[in-house]
Structures are given as C-alpha cells and as structure tokens.
C-alpha cells in the first residue's frame, strides 16, 4: 500500500466484510484515543469514528484522524470520520454563595446582569433569549430537572414563577421549549473548527442547534463540498420543519438527549420512528444517538432495556447506531461495540425484520429508483448472492441501501472520499477502485470484485447497476444479471483495480 489510496486485500481477515448492515458510530475520547484502542474498536465492528468538538484542542482532533487513518491504511477498508460540531451552549452564570434551592411557586429572575446570583436571580448571558420570550412560555434548567414560567419579561430580564424546584448550581444549561430561538445553529467556535476540520481529511460534520433549513444551508456553504453535513434532530422546531432539513442536509441524527428534555418523553420514541422514516423516505442515512448503552460505561454488560433500545433502532431501520459515553470515557468501549454488533446481526436475522421492509420501502418516480428498486426484485428472482453498484457520488449506492436488499450490496467508487462517507450507510461495502472504461470492464470488474472480498463464489449469480456513461453523477440507468464462474481471478494482477 503506497498511499492512503492504494488498498489491497491481504486475506480476509483483513477485508473486514461486515456481515452486519446497520453500522456502528463509536466517539472517542480519553478512554479511546490510542492508536491501539482506535485498532481494536474498529476490529471489534466500528464503522464510523465521532471526534466531538464540545472538548479538546485542534491538535489532538488531527491526531486522532491521523491515527483512524493510520488503522484504515493497515486494513484497506474505508472508515468514515464525524465531526460533531458544539453549537450553541445556553447556559445560567454564577451563583456567589454556591448552590442554590429553587421552591415550587416561588419568584425567580433571569438577567443580563454579570454579578453573581442568589436565591433570587441569576445571569442568562443570551439576550437573544429574552427577544423570543413572552408570557406563558417555559425554561428548563439543569436537562428539564428545573422548569420555570415566564410571567413578564423585556429585552433584558424576564421574571418567572417556579413550576418544578429543586438544587441549582452554576452554568447548568438552559433549554427554550417550543420556541424558535433568533440563534444561528453556529457559533465562532463553530465556524472555527470546521474551517480547521475540514483541512484534515474528515467526511461528515454534524451540525447542532438546527432549528431551520437556512441552518443547513449556511453550513453547506461553508463546507463547500468538502464533507457531508448531518442535521443533528434535537429541538422541536427541527422536527417541525423536517423535509425542508433533509432536503438540504446529506444525513440525519436522532439527537435523543436535547430532544428528550425540550419533548416530554413519552413522545420520544414516536419521534425517533417518525424521523427514520422520513429519512428513508428521501433516500438520507439516519443515525440514532444518545445513551444506548449508558450502563456500559462503568458495566461489562448493558441492561435488558438498553439492549431493546439497541434494537428497536435496528428494527425501525436506522442506518447507524451510535455510542457516546460509553465509547468516549467508559470503562469497557470494546464491549460496548461487541454488544451492539451483536444485537444487530440478530435483529437483521429475524424473518419478521426484512418482511417489515417489503411493506415500507417507498419508490420514488425517477428512473434511477426503478433501476435500484428492480435490482433488488431481480436478485431474488433469480437467488443473485450480491448486488453491484457503480457510483462516482454515492447516489446510486444510497439508493441500493434505501431498498434495504436482504443480500449484501458491494460498492465500487474511484473516489476516496465517497468510499468513507458510504462507510455510514446501511448494508453497503464500499471498495475504492479504478473507474471502469466500458461495459464489458464493468462486468468483468464486478465479478472479480465479488470473488476478491468474498461475496460471491464460483457458480453464483451476481446482479449490477450502474450509470451510461460512465462517471456520471446519479445517472443509473443499467441493470446486468452476471454469472461468476470463479476463474476470474487466474493470472490476476491486483495493480489493475488499485
């Protein structure tokens, strides 16, 4: 291997087919920064590595993708990077005395005003806030375990009434319920990083705070194609204007720990099946987040409810479940990731699990959906063991994973950067290859692809998609049954598909 671009297949071990379609967000942090660590995470099933920008200096994010780097180069299989941008943190100021405690029914102020609060107020350093505050509205402090009720406010206090009391204590977060706060999803710090991230090789920056399409096109444009940006679903408001977000954002995250405190509970769940589907529905990758595993932080074992947390997001058909914490600064991260693939695999083995998506996949009107959709109806037909497709964007690999197929879809790509952001998306194995130059290469290439990485053996059928011509973005407009007879790989020179 020559450079980073350069992957060959030792044996195959080292090819790392994930039998497993739903992939695996692991984020790093203390407990999983070493290069040893990252290696082990990846083995144990790690599709995609999340560097969370709320913590640490520029220095050790490049180090941290110079290390994923390092074990993608060693296994020759693509790993995708998350950048998870902070946004905004809404946070009270100081208390002078130390904590203190908030009685049901009693007054309490938030204010503009630096000084040190007391029992009676204490600094909100957001005046865009108290612009979007009125009567009636409410505040919660502290991840909803205080709410307070405005009962008059202006520019620059609003004075509330007490709803649910209890310890308070200094820069405990604030969270505006129902409102669409006059906030920009991202900050200087924002800005700042991505300008920086976007330097070092990475594939998806996830943005916080959506509240509005527009927040999704400003950060695009800053991107500016160099990444995919993912719209982090963590207020009510993002959930109102869902479409017009997934319009514009390349993928989506079920954020469940902001959306669990600004949405009573019970509607959480409900919201996550809403948010998958829709997400499917317009062809977007949809990763599910927060405290899947939380037990597993101090715990070798996760509970019973947790492990039927895992599931039920494999089973509504997330693309991507995540790890945080547990991954992040937990005592068993490996296990962790064990746990999860293990969940996933039996979900997607349950014959009630792929009959759920023969009544769900909806179709859109274009020719390439056909192609994709009938790709997948002829490789039952005829009992294909692998599905081919050709992609220079990715689009005709989305569209191959939207269809949910019940045999693995192999994705050949000339491009690098493609490769690992499809490291996300369900059910794909991507392979960065040379591009293809007539049909009778695609054909050829594509049955000798299947044999290399083991999805496909001598005597099985093969179904492929791809565009004509090629190297054109999103045009699939091919689909070819192949016979793989075995003998493509005799006097092989591997240097022709590097």
Known sequence: MSTSDEFSIANSDAALCRRRKTRILATLGPGSSSHDMIRK?????????????SHGEHSDKAELVDRIRAVER???????????????????????????????GAEFRLDLDPAAGNSDRVQLPHKEIFAALEPGTDLLLDDGKIRLTVTACDGASARCKVRVGGPLSDRKGVNVPGVVLPLAAMTEK????????????????????????????????????????????????????????????????????????EEPLEKVPGIQKHIIRTARRMGKPVVVATQMLESMINAPVPTRAEVSDVATAVGDGADAIMLSAESAVGDYPVEAVRVMDRVAHQVETDPSYLAT?????????????AISSSAKAVA?????????TYTTS?????????QRPNIPVLTLTPNMSVARKLALVWGLHTVKTKDVESFEHMIAKAKRMALRHELASGGDRIVITAGVPFGTPGATNVLHIAWVTGDELDDYDESVDA
């Not at 296994?75 to 100081?94: C, E, M, N, S, T």
């Open 380 to 388: 039952e037909t005829v009992g294909a063991v692998t599905i081919v």
């Open 74 to 104: 060693e296994f020759g299989r693509p790993i995708a990077i998350l950048v998870d941008l902070q946004g905004p943190k809404l946070r009270i100021g100081k208390f002078a005395d130390g904590p203190i405690t908030l009685t049901e």
């Open 190 to 261: 924002d800005r700042r990083d991505l300008s920086f991230m976007a330097s070092q090789d990475i594939d998806w920056f996830a943005l916080s705070f959506v509240q509005r399409p527009d927040d999704i096109a400003e950060a695009k444009k800053l991107v500016a194609g160099r990444a995919a940006v993912m719209a982090k679903i963590e207020k009510p408001a993002a959930v109102k204007a869902l479409d017009g977000i997934l319009e514009l954002a390349d993928g989506v995250m079920v954020a469940r720990g902001d959306l669990g405190v």
């Open 41 to 53: 995470l990846f083995i144990a099933g790690v599709d995609v590595f999340r560097l969370n920008m």
């Open 394 to 402: 990715g689009t005709t690999a989305i569209r191959a994973s939207r």
């Open 357 to 369: 998506y023969e009544r769900r996949t909806a179709l859109n009107t274009t020719a390439e959906d």
